[in-house]
């Protein structure tokens, strides 16, 4: 092998641990011995043209790896992503006894927020028409039940405007939430965290069956690190 072609072998060498050694973060003096003994081998050959071609080449490999980066790092945002509407969106079809137990939470819910005129701005009107001509509870609640199993992505059917409801207004009910009964052999701090998570999951139904589609990540993230802490007060009490 020519000096020209064995200096070059061991200019590639030198360059491809130069390029490994920029990703590895190397210690400056380590890097500036390889730059130096490079310069070296340059200086040796003589092969200026050939060194401008293998730089080219080097920064195609640099080019190419850094593209392998974005792809991976669009990968894991896609996979964080789907994460979070797997958390935030509830399946369609469900059991019909779970879809009674959403409409009654929801139907409380919906009757809370008409006790406020700070929370009621997101009740549609035709639903706060509606309830108003009832006196009984019951009957309201009934009322509520019909309203949640007639609701419709491609309708303009769900009583609350979703898209105008903050966290603080949900987040507030979650914290005066009590059971109503005791069951027999499980803690009252026990229910309660299962009442979290059936309104938690009774709102996310509604998203799902009405127009609004889906919260904001914003809103599913508050939402799950307030749930989180309220189930750990919960635990620490029991």
């Known amino acids: 092998m020519s000096k020209n072609n064995s200096s070059l072998c061991k200019c590639h060498l030198c360059a491809a641990n130069n390029l ?11 890097q500036a ?12 050959s003589g092969a200026v043209d050939d060194v401008a071609i293998d730089n080219v080449a080097i ?5 190419e790896l850094n593209t392998a980066k974005d792809v991976i790092m669009s990968g894991e945002n896609e996979i964080a992503k789907g994460q979070d509407e797997e958390l935030a969106v509830m399946p369609c079809f469900v ?27 997101v009740l549609e009107q035709w639903y706060i028409d509606g309830v108003s001509c009832l006196t009984m509870h019951c009957k309201k609640k009934e009322f509520g039940r019909e309203v949640f199993f007639a609701m419709d992505p491609k309708g303009n059917n769900c009583p609350i405007k979703l898209s105008d409801l903050t966290f603080e207004m949900f987040s507030n009910y979650l914290n005066q939430l009590k059971p109503k009964q005791q069951r027999k052999g499980v803690k009252s701090e026990v229910m309660l965290a299962g009442m979290y998570d059936l309104n938690k999951s009774g709102l996310m139904y509604m998203f799902k069956t009405s127009k609004y589609g889906a919260p904001t990540t914003d809103f599913i993230r508050e939402l799950q690190l307030y749930i989180g802490s309220l189930k750990q007060n919960v635990s620490v009490k029991c």
């Open 33 to 44: 011995t390889n730059e130096q003994e490079c310069g070296d081998i340059f200086a040796d």
């Open 59 to 63: 920064d195609d490999v640099a080019a």
């Open 20 to 30: 490994g050694n920029a990703f590895q973060s190397p210690s400056p003096p380590a």
């Open 95 to 121: 059991a019909d006894s779970t879809k009674k137990t959403y409409a009654n939470q929801m139907t409380n819910y919906i009757l809370w927020l008409m006790e406020s005129t700070a929370t009621c701005v």
